[in-house]
């Protein structure tokens, strides 16, 4: 999809002041605020719009759509993938205005919100009133559920809960067009006519701009227990992990630190945790006998693993058990500059393989590479992490990994999307039938294709 | 999407033969066996293919492109929309003798399946290895794995589980230019480019032919639980289950049968029940430990509601429960001869003024209105009864009701969907916006609207 875009004229940018006013950025310090998201890449856009209304975001597409530019809509930044960049130039609508708890629901058991939310403040209002919401990605704290949604994106809990797609109801979307439609439900069950929701749902933003969601809730769990196993290896805690399916347990989260990963926290940590190249955490969660149950059995199970097992029920000491997966991010910054990142799913019987071949393919290159994540749902963030002036050997493992990922009959992305890192892979994974077809919808719903561009494809 | 088709010419039939051989049916006899699903309605076909492969399959598309002639993809025939039939003549193409279960996986919790297997054989080949696939639709003995995925079928266990829709991570799908494509995954998680999966779902045939499924499974509970409360009044049965889901309380089913419904099964068992006029009807599942504890919870919050209050826990006593339950279709049959049923869903709370309503506006117009169903999830059977010449009467009701749904925040259908019978409906749900959307992605998907043509639309 090759398209000219007009830049911003004199003309556009006076119209888009008519519409917002003060919340149309234009100087350069605003500018390359928004030039920036977690991925490595960087694009300046023309200008910002801080829209607070959904009919305020048609404005600008009806406009966006007469004068063909781009427009790129942001939550808080946050996407790894390069997302939220404005590749093409054009104009960044930022969702961070929109960003009410409309209602929360407990006899519904839904909650409507706008997309500016950030994940963490509604996780934390809905279990006020004794409700769960289920998704947790890494990044919670500080993304949005519009970004969320528009990303498709995971977490720990996914093992037990699903992913954001699994509480997505209805959705409020501004499209191409500059029309705002509803589609979905507020109903747990619906089947009138195709499924957009789940076709905007990790659409990336490249389909409509989503100003309001419709999320399903559930009743929060009563209690919470976390095991953490300490191994001498990493395929064994992914085989521990297996037994415990086996025994028909369900955790939560189930996840997984490998050798190079728990040093890294070792280091950043100053102190050696035992002598474990391995850590395997599993939350169990439900009614207190349940749980309790559980926990007994998993404990017969994982004692013939590993080297040292911890129970911890207590929230603080659950805090202590689990602050060494939270450090991952900060202590594997710290041990290599650069880092290729990749969050590659496995059926989970093939993980065990997979993780020995990740070292390997680093190892014969002379790079290392950490894997740890999800091993509940066979998510695996896989990092090769390299000097400055390694970068090609380091894409070299990346197309070997993800090559095998697929093999594997895994798939290249659980969670964080293609956005603009991963769209050379795309092709590797989908056929040129099922690319054409996603073409074809693009097509229907974004004709001037003035969405995201260069966004997936 | 007005189209002219062309008839079967012989040549076209010669062709069908040199793929079909045999299992290309054209006597009046057969064509009449596939005229009828379980709508009111019925259109004869102009042949049946019954093909062996997705190969065969894929060469039966691309005549019927090159031809233009309407290719009707059907299960097991137990559509109650009317979404099987041949409305404009054409080539039915029976899903039936792909019907091999390809492999169950206990690592990896997903199953293989071909279209035509019988959800109730998919159900028990997953239960004898301790695995768990929770989608029930009433009709789950007779219809098909692929039927269900086509129409989105839901199920009492919709509450605690989700519907169809929940379970399907992969499927290979033969496109209307006669492609094999396979979309989706065999993993648990991925954001991949647009969601096809879910968009194949739910769209009755219309977008392509479902070849293989690739679905999720998940441990099975150790142990049930049913609790059985007669009411004196359906609304009561709706607060009742209310304050369940207020204690936090999260049954797998929670089914509600109406004091007609209840007269019906009770005439058609030829004995009293005592004087109830609703009952409820409530499904635990879950460790022992964790059931022993929620039925000790409900039991407190339900005998201040009702009648009498039974509870069951082994397999014998828990079918006697349901017994009502399962007699409802056969019951209501026989105390009317014509009846309009829809499966409307509500939010929770709109439940019991959407029961009164219904209830109501039957009594205005002389007619009876029966409701039961999946209370757990707000989905609600709404039958219309009536004698031969009430049918004006009934349709009224029907759209009174029907436009009360769509007041109340709730949908037109939760798990039949719109096929033939509920068409008219659509854009009282669905805006012009969206409808067009939607249009559109049927035009890429099938631009010569071969597959499935009237259904939906």
């Given amino acids: 999809m090759k398209n000219t875009y007009n830049p911003l004229s004199s003309s556009i940018r006076k119209k888009l002041r008519q519409i917002l006013g003060k919340r149309f950025l234009e100087t350069q310090e605003d500018l390359r605020a928004y ?3 977690a991925s490595p890449h960087s694009f300046l856009p023309e200008a910002v719009a801080l829209p607070e209304s959904a009919e305020e975001i048609a404005q600008i597409l009806r406009l966006a759509q007469k004068e063909k530019f781009p427009v790129i809509p942001r ?9 939220t960049l404005a590749v093409k130039g054009g104009l960044v609508i930022s969702l961070l205005r929109l960003n009410r708890i409309l209602e929360i629901n407990r006899e519904d058991l839904v909650a409507v919100v706008e997309p500016g939310v950030f994940t963490g403040d509604f996780k934390r209002a809905v279990e ?3 409700l769960f919401y289920p998704p947790d990605p890494a990044s919670y704290e500080f993304s949005t559920i519009g970004g969320n949604v528009a990303c498709g994106a995971g977490g720990p809990k996914g093992l037990k809960y699903g992913t954001t797609k699994d509480y997505v109801l209805g959705l409020e ?8 439609i509803f589609c979905g439900r507020r109903t747990m ?3 009138v006519g195709y499924d957009l929701v789940h076709l905007f749902t990790g659409s990336e933003g490249t389909l409509g701009v989503i100003t309001k969601l419709i999320l399903k809730l559930i009743p929060k769990p009563p209690c919470q227990a976390t095991l953490a196993l300490w191994l001498e290896d990493t395929e064994k805690a992914a085989k521990a992990f297996l037994e415990i399916l086996k025994a028909k347990l369900f955790p939560a989260t189930a996840e997984l630190l490998d050798d190079t990963t728990l040093l890294a926290v070792k280091r950043f940590l100053e102190k050696e945790i035992l002598r474990a190249q391995a850590l395997l955490l599993l939350e169990f969660d439900g009614a207190k006998k349940q749980v309790e149950e559980d926990l007994l059995q998993a404990q017969k199970i994982l004692k013939n693993f590993g080297l040292k097992l911890e129970v911890a029920t207590s929230k603080q000491e659950r805090e202590k058990l689990w602050r060494a997966r939270r450090l991952i991010s900060p202590a594997l910054k710290k041990i290599a500059p650069g880092k290729l990142a990749d969050d590659v799913v496995l059926p989970r019987s ?6 020995s071949f990740a070292k390997n393919t680093g190892e014969k290159y002379g790079l ?9 749902d066979g998510n695996i963030h896989v990092n090769i992490l390299f000097e400055k002036n390694d970068e090609i050997k380091a894409q070299k493992v990346r197309v070997e990994i993800l090559n095998k990922v697929l093999d594997l009959c895994g798939t290249i992305s659980g969670e964080h999307g293609i956005g603009l890192t991963k769209k050379g892979f795309l092709p590797k994974e989908l056929s040129p039938e099922v690319l054409s077809l996603m073409k074809g919808i693009k097509q229907v719903f974004d ?7 260069e966004k997936i494809f």
Same sequence: chains 1, 2.
Avoid: M
């Fill in 173 to 180: 979307v501004v499209t191409a067009r500059g029309e705002i």
């Fill in 350 to 355: 093939k993980v065990p393989e997979f993780l």
């Fill in 128 to 130: 006020e009133v004794g």
């Fill in 368 to 376: 290392t590479v950490a894997c740890f994540g999800h091993l509940g």
């Fill in 75 to 83: 939550g808080a930044g946050t996407s790894t993938t390069g997302a």
């Fill in 447 to 453: 004709p001037h294709n003035i969405l995201n561009p």
């Fill in 35 to 37: 030039s920036v998201d």
């Fill in 189 to 191: 069950k619906g089947v």
